[in-house]
């Protein structure tokens, strides 16, 4: 028995295939995550010249690369600008970062602008508010959220995301204001203007805004009190918003161009239901990995209905020993280069038919609306139909990578703009 046990690891002849593959996914990885092409020695002249990748990431760093797929910045309910996060997120060693805030995009073109500096690549994420209701009963129902991941040049078709996310975020509005109103009677008196100034100007009230007034106002010792006590989804001072049907918000996903993802199912009453009805609305994955290791068997979940295992530390900056740092969820690269390789081909046709949009329509309105999460975000004087066939450089040189849109495709909408232009 003992000598059984002693030969297992001589016998394991799978190890340096298994390290290949590895090198291969971490080749594939590094080259999205810094897409300009690493030289062997740059010079500072070199370095001078690009503002986006700096020396020391355009010569690959070590082994890992290290990806955060899910955190929040004040835009919603997070603590920190879009500009602090990343500097957070880099000084932990993040390399590609997704800012998933609830139901907005807004703060995405500050972020990408912040890494530019420290040669991080940003995400447009967001997650999105959703209810699960397989019968759509009205007032019934489950609470979802669902991330959305697009590439570089955002959705394909903004406007339509765009009003579903305002949709939600109007329904944000009433269901605060429903939950103060339930305080009071529970005589928990918060005040309106107390929670806005918490959320900040423009930024929809949730509940976490609700929940950190009620620790200022001296009702709770801190924001999990408020919660376990009040604001839970079976609390006395719970509201309802206004969110449209989880299986509609993952085909809204698809249909702009993005990857779904099922975020915390552990927080879920029902998971199995739920992952299986989302599934067949086209969900590409769910979280499974946590900072504090543990899975929950969502793993087994996630490969019964082939999902995308993910995670995301979920960081909202409050601080404390409940929140788990930005970064601390490590991903592995087989892991990443699985999400990369779902993801490159639908983020690359979206960027086709956002090129081709513009190619129908070259007007500046369009232009600024393609360059939204773009690193160009002075688009000034710049006439696109003057330039015709150069705003497609013009765009990737913004969007940092082409992600193997193909040259034939790039030459198709060229040739659009050029007749276009011929023709004023």
Not at 303 to 315: A, I, M, P, R, V
Not at 336 to 356: E, Q, T
Request: charged share 25%; hydrophobic share 40%.
């Amino acid at each position: 028995m003992g000598s059984k046990k002693k030969s297992k690891p001589s016998r394991s002849r799978k190890k340096p295939r298994t390290n290949a593959d590895q090198a291969l996914a971490l080749d594939y990885v590094r080259a999205w995550a810094h897409p300009a092409p690493p030289l062997p020695e740059p010079s500072a002249a070199d370095a001078d010249a690009d503002d986006f990748l700096p020396a020391q990431a355009a010569r690959g760093g070590g082994g890992d690369v290290l990806f955060e797929l899910h955190s929040h910045s004040n835009h919603s309910d997070g603590f920190l600008s879009p500009s602090a996060l990343v500097e957070r997120a880099h000084r932990n060693g993040v390399k590609v970062l997704a800012l998933t805030d609830h139901d907005t995009m807004a703060g995405i073109p500050e972020a990408v602008l912040a890494a530019s500096k420290f040669g991080i690549r940003i995400i447009p994420g967001v997650e999105i508010s959703a209810l699960y209701n397989p019968r759509e009963v009205a007032g019934a129902g489950e609470n979802v959220h669902i991330l959305a991941y697009y590439g570089t040049c955002g959705p394909s078709r903004p406007d339509e995301l765009y009003n579903m996310l305002l949709g939600i975020r109007d329904g944000r509005y009433l269901r605060a204001k429903n939950m103060l109103e339930k305080l009071n009677i529970l005589k928990v008196s918060i005040k309106w203007e107390h929670v806005t100034k918490i959320a900040g100007e423009g930024v929809a009230p949730g509940r976490l805004h609700v929940a950190r007034a009620m620790v200022e106002a001296g009702y709770v010792e801190n924001v999990r009190q408020a919660f376990n006590k009040y604001l839970g989804d079976d609390g006395p001072a719970y509201a309802r918003g206004s969110e449209p049907f989880a299986e509609a918000v993952v085909q809204l996903i698809s249909r702009t161009g993005g990857i779904s993802a099922l975020a915390h199912p552990w927080s879920l009453k029902n998971p199995d239901a739920i992952v299986r009805s989302l599934k067949g609305a086209g969900l590409n994955g769910m979280e499974v990995y946590r900072s504090d290791g543990k899975v929950d068997g969502f793993s087994e979940l996630a490969e019964k209905y082939g999902l995308l295992k993910l995670g995301g530390s979920d960081f909202h900056g409050r601080g404390g020993k409940d929140e788990s740092d930005i970064g601390t969820v490590k991903l592995a690269i087989t892991t990443l280069c699985g999400f990369l390789k779902m993801a490159r081909p639908i983020w690359c046709s979206a960027m086709k038919d956002i090129l081709h949009k513009f190619a129908e329509e070259p007007s500046s309105t369009n232009l600024g609306n393609i360059l939204k999460f773009g690193r160009l975000t002075n688009v000034d004087g710049f006439s696109p139909i003057n330039t015709g066939i150069d705003v497609v450089n013009f765009c990737l040189s913004s969007w940092s990578s082409n992600d193997e849109m193909e040259d034939v495709e790039l030459e198709e909408v060229r040739l659009k703009l050029a007749h276009y232009g011929a023709q004023r």
